[in-house]
C-alpha cells in the first residue's frame, strides 16, 4: 500500500522516526543500520517501506535500500518470525552478513543478534537457504566481502574467531592479494585491522 516515503525528517528516536510528508507524519520503524545512514532532523530522507496491518496494529517499517527491505521481506515468511524479529535481525547484522551467514549455515552469528536464540536461528538458516543469498548480497554492495575460497573463508573464520565484526573481517578480507595462504593471509589481515 505504501511502498515509499519522501519528506523532512522531523524525529529521530531509535527505531523510531517521524517523517513529514507535506503535512502528514508518518511514524516509521527502521533497522539500525538505516537509522544511522538518516541525515539530520530538518533535512529530506527518502525511505523504501512495509506496510503492516494486524488485528490490533498498523506499522509502517522504512528501509534505505532496497536490499534491506527484500531481506526484511524474506525473514517474514519464515514460521515464527514477526515484523519486530525481522527488524532485530537487521539491526543486529548488514544484509550481507545475514547473507553470508545463511549460505555459511552459521547459527552462531545470528544467535547473537538480541532476542534471537537457537532454535530461531537454526529456522531462519534453513527456511532462508537458497532464497537468501549472493544476489542480495550483491544488491547491498557486499559481493566482494563473500569469500572466493577456501583460503578465504578460513581466513574469514579467523578473524571472527578472534572477536572482530563481520564488517570489519570483510573490509580486511578485500584487501588481502588474491590466492594467499591462510597463515599469511591471517597475518596481513591483522596488520590491517592493527591500523
Given at each position: 500500500m505504501i511502498g515509499r516515503l519522501s519528506g523532512l525528517l522531523a524525529e529521530k528516536n531509535p527505531p523510531a522516526i517521524l517523517v513529514d510528508c507535506q503535512g502528514v507524519g508518518y511514524d516509521v520503524l527502521v533497522p539500525m543500520s538505516t537509522f544511522y545512514a538518516l541525515p539530520a532532523p530538518g533535512e529530506r530522507v527518502t525511505?523504501?517501506?512495509?506496510?503492516v496491518v494486524r488485528e490490533d496494529a498498523q506499522t509502517l517499517y522504512g528501509f534505505a535500500t532496497q536490499a534491506e527491505r527484500a531481506a526484511f521481506r524474506e525473514l517474514l515468511r519464515v514460521s515464527g518470525v514477526g515484523p519486530r524479529t525481522a527488524l532485530a535481525v537487521l539491526s543486529g547484522m548488514s544484509v550481507t552478513e545475514l547473507a553470508q551467514a545463511v549460505a555459511a549455515q552459521q547459527p552462531v552469528r545470528l544467535v547473537?543478534?538480541?532476542?534471537?536464540?537457537?532454535?530461531?536461528?537454526?529456522?531462519?538458516?534453513?527456511e532462508l537457504k537458497g532464497k537468501l543469498g549472493a544476489?542480495?548480497?550483491?544488491?547491498?554492495?557486499?559481493s566482494a566481502a563473500m569469500p572466493a575460497d577456501g583460503a578465504q573463508t578460513d581466513i574469514l573464520q579467523a578473524l571472527l574467531a578472534l572477536g572482530y565484526s563481520d564488517k570489519e573481517a570483510a573490509a580486511a578480507l578485500k584487501a588481502l592479494p588474491s590466492g594467499v595462504a591462510v597463515s599469511d593471509g591471517i597475518r596481513l589481515a591483522l596488520k590491517a585491522l592493527a591500523r
Open positions: 525511505l523504501l517501506t512495509h506496510f547473537k543478534v538480541p532476542g534471537i536464540g537457537k532454535k530461531t536461528a537454526e529456522r531462519l538458516l534453513l544476489d542480495l548480497g550483491a544488491a547491498a554492495g557486499g
